[in-house]
């Protein structure tokens, strides 16, 4: 009898997961070369699995941003803002991100998860109820967890589904939040939000959008789904991370509403947690700028998007309902999508591997990323390669893709 | 009374909650699985935690109800979540 007895069906996928090569949860890098190349035992792979979508880990002006406060601040702030005060850095960037939402506040917190977990869970109290998507991250799950308010999941990307279920709460008081996602991650589909706002109008119900996905990558001016769907005004509070669009890592929440500051105070996760390293602080920082200087950025990472989505989608793989940034393969089976995931590392290709519950409808699904510095030769050979290893598997039909696939057999991973 | 949500109302359809949540069941598991009101719905019918949300999102059709996730945390077998579900219906009337 073990403590862990209770994780036994976890042993057990690990071990499956193990066998025949590389366990997929367990890749190490020897390293990481560009936002798109690493090496992994050696062999030089292409990364289409990083959510890196600007590519600006390797920034100059970042990097030179970061190093320049790692030395003026130290390593870390040693505690939280509350306990340790506030660095200029911090306050600085808050006031940069409600510029770039033009919201009037903003506050960082030291992850995107916690992000979720603080502003959801301050905000919603007992007697509120929580109304979030089915295929919501689990951060926001986690964060209903923490709350004391009812939850209730309404169908994926549903409006009607939604003003259905809150309509059932009849009079009951309490504040109605509904929470969605600006892209979500799985299958890469955006969500309906001038639908969902105009439910949140209805019914008076206060809307976040998490913008994880979407920051960065949709909207004219990188603003998100929010953006691209000329909603800013209905949404109340917009949450984001510093973890891809902007390459590094933390998160952040911004709103209109007065009382925001508040959260200071009541959202455990930003109180009871070291703040961010002020040089993370600036190497995110720098590359808000960059995103607000170079508006080019969004425009290929969806480019890009669209190139790797329209070619799997020609070669015939059955794919997540729209074309950006983040590209799902749908497969059969979970010991195929294994099965598969693991010859494209062995064919230079890197992306991820992602299995129930985790997904939506109980999806195996390979899950890639384009960022705006994958060239074209780049992502072709990913296409290349995700075509051969499906021909080899028996999962698209070779005689439609014979040009496709001819022409990729010729493709050596590009030069460095 | 209570309307179930495009399956007619109550007088049209099974007798008790229990049968009606046993029906929703058997479509989302493998057929075959005996299910009574003992049975554990996650640990014997081998569903994942997505699995029971999705299960409990049909019977809030079924039943015109919310069945909040905060609720059906200490759900485990069949007879559980009658027991709730019983009280939402009577609570929505």
């Known amino acids: 009898m073990s403590i862990f ?94 510029k770039f939402y033009g919201k009037r506040h903003a506050m960082v917190f030291s992850t ?15 007697e509120d109820h929580l109304f979030i998507d089915a295929d919501s991250h689990a951060s926001i799950y986690d964060a209903c967890r923490l709350s004391s308010a009812e939850i209730i999941r309404f169908r994926h990307n549903d409006a009607n589904d939604l003003a259905r279920r809150i309509s059932r709460l009849k009079g009951k008081p309490g504040s109605r939040i509904i929470v969605t996602e600006g892209i979500y991650s799985m299958l890469g589909d955006t969500a309906p939000l001038r639908e969902i706002a105009t439910v949140k109008r209805e019914t008076g119900a206060y809307l976040i959008v998490d913008e994880a996905h979407s920051m960065g990558v949709l909207g004219a001016h990188g603003r998100g789904q929010c953006e691209a769907a000329g909603v800013e005004a209905d949404v109340d509070f917009v949450v ?39 040089s993370i602080v600036a190497t995110v920082s ?32 059955s794919l997540g309902p729209q074309p950006n940034p983040v590209v799902a393969v749908k497969m059969p089976d979970r010991d195929t999508a294994v099965t598969f995931w693991k010859y494209l590392l062995a064919e230079g290709v890197y992306l991820n591997l992602a299995l129930p519950p985790a997904t939506p409808g109980s999806l195996a699904l390979l899950r890639s990323s384009v960022n705006a510095q994958h060239s074209d030769e780049q992502i072709d050979f990913a296409i290349a390669a995700i075509c051969r290893v499906g021909r080899r598997m028996g999962l698209i039909e070779a005689a439609r893709f014979k040009q496709p696939v001819k022409q990729a057999e010729k493709l050596a991973l590009p030069a460095e | 009374m209570f309307r179930d949500g495009g399956y007619g109302i109550l007088a049209q359809v099974k007798e008790t909650v229990g049968a009606q949540i046993i029906e929703v069941l058997s479509k989302v598991i493998p057929s075959g699985i005996p299910i009574s009101d003992g ?26 109800i919310l069945i909040p996730l905060d609720q059906i945390a200490d759900v485990e077998t069949v007879r559980d979540l009658t027991r709730a579900v019983e009280i939402l219906v009577k609570d929505a009337a």
Not at chain 1, 112 to 119: F, I, R, S
Not at chain 1, 288 to 307: E, F, H, T, Y
Request: net charge negative; proline share 3%; aromatic share 8%.
């Open chain 1, 286 to 317: 720098a590359a808000l700028k960059r995103i607000q200087d170079d508006p080019s950025l969004g425009a290929r990472v969806r480019a890009n998007g669209q190139r790797l989505y329209y070619g799997l989608e020609k070669a015939g793989f």
């Open chain 1, 5 to 98: 007895d209770k994780f036994e069906d976890i042993r057990n996928i690990l071990a499956d997961l193990s066998q025949g090569g590389q366990n997929p949860l367990e890749v190490r890098f020897d390293d990481i070369r560009s936002p798109v190349e690493g090496t992994v035992d050696g062999k030089r792979v292409l990364l289409f699995g990083t959510s890196n979508y600007l590519g600006l880990t390797f920034d100059a002006d970042c990097i030179e941003a970061g190093v320049q406060m790692l030395r003026q601040c130290g390593t870390g702030t040693t505690g939280s803002r509350i306990a340790n005060g506030t660095y200029t850095g911090h306050a600085s960037l808050e006031k940069q991100l409600a």
């Open chain 2, 39 to 64: 049975t554990r719905i996650a640990r014997d019918l081998g569903l994942d935690s997505v699995a029971v949300m999705d299960f409990v999102m049909e019977l809030e059709e079924r039943f015109d």
């Open chain 1, 112 to 126: 995107g998860y916690q992000a979720n977990l603080g502003l959801i869970s301050a905000l919603a109290a007992r």
């Open chain 1, 240 to 278: 984001g991370t510093f973890s891809k669009s902007l390459g590094a890592m933390g998160g952040f929440a911004v709103s209109d509403l007065e009382g925001f500051n508040l959260l200071r105070v009541a959202a455990r996760p930003y109180m009871f947690t070291a703040s961010l390293p002020p």
